[in-house]
């Protein structure tokens, strides 16, 4: 009976979201078709056209966001997320995600404030850096989201073996009933939902989900009058070597030694946007249009480094080609790219090194090559 109720539960979680995301990718697309056209009028000032493009970058860039949720989420369900433990500094945290949002929160007029109790050179912990900054993005969003007017803070308490994260609103609250069901997969409360807020009910499931592979526990009290307070606590594992690494820094990165790398790649945009990654980065780019030239390039010269290997290509695909590269050159990190779950778990079995989920910025791609070259 009580798994009959769940299913049932399960099945309309999926169709809400289905409509719902349908919706949510709907808006930023018509936006993108819409604007995309109206761009080809040969007699637009250029205000106009900056206007436009604006929209269509926003939208685009919301989209990306959806797809990263459904993506993350497919990936949590698949136990494929892994951790990239590593120094992190708290403060730089902290203090990109407040810039992130300032202009967010001052849209609202909200008081917007990040508590950071360690001064910057004792904030430094052992953790994943990418999954707390999305973790602590996602509660900031929402808490800026579903508060109207007020404040939002966020930052971390000091306690003995652990660090106390929160982020705090004073908007619209959580009733009592809901209080755990928000975290699961798809769920809207109805009430807010009406309100016509943005989401897909994602992004509280993917928090969790990080909070807990990194160690901790989220939790949060909240009341329809008196807001909410999101909070999590996460083990104080200090760095045994003091290196204080600047967040910024981490984005411009130099091999010392010139390095070679092949892109294989059948869509143009996809390998300039790489390549736009990879400049300044001492590394020569080489691009192969399809699997084939990409086996025939690594058969002639033995001095390419590392591969960034598109799993969907023309000639000869991605997995086939890592397959006949593996036979010659064993030890060359073939790093796949891809945007599909299930595609992940064939790349490692056809013999990649890694894979990049798509889409992907510089910050994942840099953390790939550091690992692999
Ligand atoms: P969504 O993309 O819909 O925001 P989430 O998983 O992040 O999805 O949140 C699920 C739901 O929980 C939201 O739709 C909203 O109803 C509720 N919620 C989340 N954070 C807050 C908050 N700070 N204040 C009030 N309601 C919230």
Redesign the pocket.
Known sequence: MIQRNRAEESDKLKTAFIQNISHEIRTPMNAIVGFSAMLGDPDLDSNTRDTYVDVIMNSSNHLLEILS?IIDIANIEAHLVKLNPQSVNINSVLKSIHRQFISKAEEKALEFTVMLPLKDEEAELITDNTKLHQVLS??V???I???EKGSVKFGYYVKKDFIEFF?K?T????PAE?LLK??DRF???E???SKK???????????KAYVELLGGRIDLL?SPDN??T?FFMLPLKKPDVKEFVKEESRLVFRFPVRRKILVAEDVESNFKLINFFLANCNAEVVHAPDGKVAVDIINSDPGIDLVLMDLKMPVLNGLEATKIIRASRPDLPVIAVTAYTDDRVKAMEAGCSSFIAKPFDKRRLIQVLKEFI
């Open positions: 949720d996602n509660l969003n929402n808490a989201k579903f508060t982020v609103d908007g619209i609250g959580i809901q928000i975290f769920y809207q409360i009430d807010h939902v807020f943005e989401g897909t009910g994602l992004g509280l499931s993917i928090t909240s807001g909410s999101f």
